[in-house]
């Protein structure tokens, strides 16, 4: 039988019929389509989700995440859900991550902040159990959701980052930035992917969501499933010395172009390792992925830039016709250890 046993939590506030317990699956998607989908109406990037398609999304949780989402009732009728989980960013960072949501009309009654309290005790006991030498918690959030920001900020959490989304409105005019001689694109395939992976993963070390290469990383990442269609990608490979300069992992969300009835191709993860910087090939790379993508009948592209990023490649992006839309927010609070 699932569990669905009721807890207590501290300084639950006093409002008749309010409970807290784990998720039922015999009865609780349909409410927790319903909290998703009208919980956040600031943010109009939110891609609804039916209760079938939560379902489907718990059925391919292992049993211990199965076990981390925890739903509000009351007189027995869903009004709040969340979630919580960790990761490991590097060898020696795990960040832990959550995220809770109460129905519009249920908000500033006190809900929020037991929930928040009990995934916070155990993410901290996750993380003592895997004895990590550093944890911190990395929220992130769209800046318009201004609700959640501040409440969360009323219990500890800063802004460690922002991100700019953004968006080329069409793909006409694209600019003409061949590739440097020396260079030449391959098609990515099968038995270059671990090369891909390598390239990404070293070119995103500085970043600041940069993580270590690992067996188990490369595994989840090489079985995304919104990275399968490996035919968009961009590989940019030296022709002198056979290896891999450069990638664009471009991806399409269909679910999100039929949400929005929109056209719309992803110029993401754009990796240059440091050897090759400064030579032209992330713009040659930008422009190859624009073009292939008005080739398959896209009609805009878009793309996320860490706005503190050193090398500031946002002045780039400009210049390849992208322009800011929102941002999204990173919040952070240190995990005791």
């Known amino acids: 039988m699932p569990q669905t046993n009721f807890f207590q939590l501290p300084d639950i506030p006093d409002i008749f019929g309010l409970k807290y317990r784990l998720l039922n699956p015999e009865t609780d998607f349909p409410g927790i389509s319903q909290v998703y989908n009208t919980a956040s109406p600031e943010n109009s990037e939110l891609i609804p989700q039916s209760a079938d398609a939560v379902a489907r999304e718990y059925e391919q949780q292992n049993p211990d995440d199965r076990q981390k989402q925890l739903v509000v009732e009351v007189d027995g009728n869903i009004i709040g859900w969340g979630r919580y989980n960790t ?89 003409d930035f061949p590739l440097p001689d020396g260079f030449v694109i391959r098609p990515a395939a099968d038995e270059h992917i671990r090369e ?29 499933s919104y990275l399968a269609d490996r035919s ?20 399409i969300v269909e679910e999100e172009n039929t949400c929005f009835q929109r056209n719309r191709g992803y110029v993401e993860f754009i990796s240059v390792l440091r050897a090759y910087r400064g030579l032209g090939l992330a713009r040659a790379m930008i422009t190859a992925s624009l073009r292939m993508y008005k080739a398959r009948g896209m009609q805009e592209a878009a793309l996320s830039c ?32």
């Open 87 to 175: 990761y490991h960013q590097r060898s020696t960072l795990t960040i832990g991550d959550h995220e809770f949501y109460v129905l519009p009309e249920w908000r500033s009654r006190g809900i929020e902040i037991p929930a928040l309290r009990y995934f916070e005790a155990q993410v901290s006991e996750l993380i003592r159990k895997d004895q990590t030498k550093e944890a911190i918690y990395k929220i992130f959030i769209n800046e318009a959701e201004t609700y959640r920001i501040n409440l969360l900020k009323t219990i500890g959490y800063t802004q460690l980052a922002a991100h700019a989304n953004m968006v080329r409105p069409d793909l006409e005019n694209i600019p």
């Open 196 to 224: 891909i992976y390598e390239t990404y993963r070293e070119a995103f070390q500085e970043h600041i969501h940069g993580s270590d290469a690992s067996e188990e990383d490369f595994k989840e990442w090489s079985q995304a």
């Open 232 to 251: 968009l990608w961009i590989v940019v490979w030296d022709i002198h010395t056979n290896k891999i300069a450069g990638v664009i992992l471009n991806f």
């Open 306 to 337: 860490h706005t503190e990023n050193p090398f500031n490649p946002i002045v780039l992006y400009l210049k390849m016709g992208f322009q800011t839309r929102y941002h999204t927010l990173v919040l952070s609070k240190p995990i005791a250890l």
